[in-house]
């Protein structure tokens, strides 16, 4: 059963996506847009370094961009937070920066992990089904010279992933990679399926013992 009072908490991809938000050249007029926004945490973080006029995110979950604006408003931070999927709630609006922090690891992962534990995460085999059409109309939502922001994931077809960013864009730089061990419950489940730890839809590594997936983050200009 799909629980949509269930948000995300804060973990190493909003880290990660915060910190290349905040090596970008952004000014108190820029545009500012999360996707998969969950409760704001990370353009609510922009904000403490960085003075924004105003802020923007949606999230399929309402309890999500609810709690978002509520923590922007006990801040005095100007914003519009909106419930739907993907970028159907910004028909006709551009923006300078869009990051996108929607699922984009393999359902197959997902679902013998708790991270997706209640909430949907219908992301196909490859990881990027719930990615992919944004990547494919991002160009009508950013303004000229715009920049997209999207979390690479080794638990995803990540080759796949960057052959559509690379298509799309006339710059792709990925950066802020950081390796993390993977929990062995979810080792465990996979040898139990006999999964292997390396196919096209996904790639974990073995180092010093561990299993090692990796997160970064591709910066990408029109």
């Known amino acids: 059963m799909i629980d949509n009072t269930k948000i ?14 905040l090596s970008l050249d952004i000014s108190p007029q820029s545009r500012c847009l999360d996707l ?4 704001g945490n990370i353009l609510l973080s922009v904000v403490d370094e960085i003075s924004l006029n105003k802020v923007y995110g949606s999230d399929i979950s309402s309890i999500a961009t609810t709690k978002a604006k509520e923590d922007a408003d006990k801040r005095n931070i100007a914003c519009d937070f909106r419930n739907g999927s993907g970028l159907d709630p910004w028909i006709d609006e551009k923006f300078d920066f869009i990051s996108c922090d929607v699922a984009a690891i393999s359902e197959d992962i997902a679902n013998i992990s708790d991270w997706y534990k209640g909430i949907s995460c219908k992301t196909g085999s490859s990881g990027i089904e719930l990615v992919a059409p944004i990547i494919e109309d991002i160009d009508d939502f950013l303004m000229k010279n715009g920049i997209f922001l999207i979390p690479i994931i080794s638990l995803a077809n990540h080759k796949l992933l960057l052959s559509k960013l690379d298509e799309k864009f006339t710059k792709v730089e990925v950066v802020n990679k950081k390796d993390w061990p993977m929990p062995m419950e979810i080792i465990n489940h996979m040898n139990d399926k006999q999964m292997p730890m390396i196919c096209d839809n996904w790639t974990i590594l073995q180092k010093f013992g561990l299993y090692i997936a990796s997160t970064s983050v591709a910066i990408c200009s029109l």
Not at 36 to 39: A, I, K, Q, R
């Open 8 to 21: 995300f908490k804060r973990n190493l991809t909003s880290e990660l996506l915060t910190k290349s938000w």
């Open 36 to 39: 998969g926004c969950g409760d």
